[in-house]
């Protein structure tokens, strides 16, 4: 029985001291930049008040849900960043140990003669979990939408109550009546600011996952050329 190859039998080889396979991009300095801009604006719109105003203004609590989805969905991002990175820095650098490059070609071994399952094992490690994030990235988006039918819906059934103007109502009227108005504005925005933030964080992750299975089949390639 053979024994599977180390990921350093696999590494791109080197022609003139240059390696042909892609440079190790920082994905996760990308995402600590993009953490502190986010880290500096959360902390300029609580200096202004705008956290008070929008939290305030939404009785429903939708707002604050959607900000603690992103949030925390931002967190993932930052773990599924290392992640990546650790896997692609090891593939590079030739480090042994099992990997997802070492788990491509111990399946690919084990059925040569299905190719798509051990493609199948590879996407799994790279893309599945992203599909869960991108469905939570949708849910950002539907949540503002429920708000914005909870607000125009408490705005009809405040002038659905109305059986005569009466101008000395008119102040608690016009309050009630931008009450439901700005529910319905303020969690569709918030949900449109997550859902365009987490989507940038989202795709950049899908991009790199793109780029290391690009590497590791190119691997693959390359070892099989290798025994022939």
Not at 20 to 49: N, S
Not at 190 to 217: E, F, P, S
Request: charged residues 15%; aromatic residues 6%.
């Amino acid at each position: 029985m053979k024994m599977l190859p180390s990921l350093a039998a696999i590494t791109p080889r080197r022609a003139h001291g240059k390696s042909d396979a892609a440079p190790v991009e920082p994905l996760a300095l990308e995402w600590l930049t993009l953490a502190g801009l986010l880290g500096f604006a959360t902390w300029l719109l609580g200096v202004r008040g705008v956290w008070g105003l929008l939290l305030s203004a939404d009785p429903t609590g939708l707002t604050l849900v959607i900000i603690v989805i992103f949030f925390t969905a931002s967190l993932w991002c930052g773990t599924r960043t290392r992640v990546l990175q650790r896997e692609r820095a090891a593939l590079a650098q030739g480090t042994h140990g099992a990997g997802w490059a070492a788990e491509y070609l111990q399946a690919l071994r084990a059925r040569p003669q299905d190719g798509g399952a051990p493609m199948d094992l590879l996407l799994e490690r790279t893309h599945g979990p992203h599909g869960t994030a991108w469905w939570v990235n949708g849910i950002q988006l539907k949540l503002g939408l429920l708000g914005k039918v909870i607000g125009f819906s408490i705005l009809a059934l405040q002038i659905g109550k109305l059986q005569s103007f009466d101008p000395t109502q008119s102040q608690e009227l016009l309050r009630q009546l931008t009450t439901g108005l700005g529910v319905a504005l303020l969690t569709t925005m918030v949900g449109l600011v997550g859902n365009i933030l987490l989507g940038l964080q989202l795709t950049r992750l899908d991009r790199y996952a793109d780029v290391l299975v690009a590497d590791i089949q190119r691997a693959g390639l390359r070892l099989d050329a290798g025994k022939e």
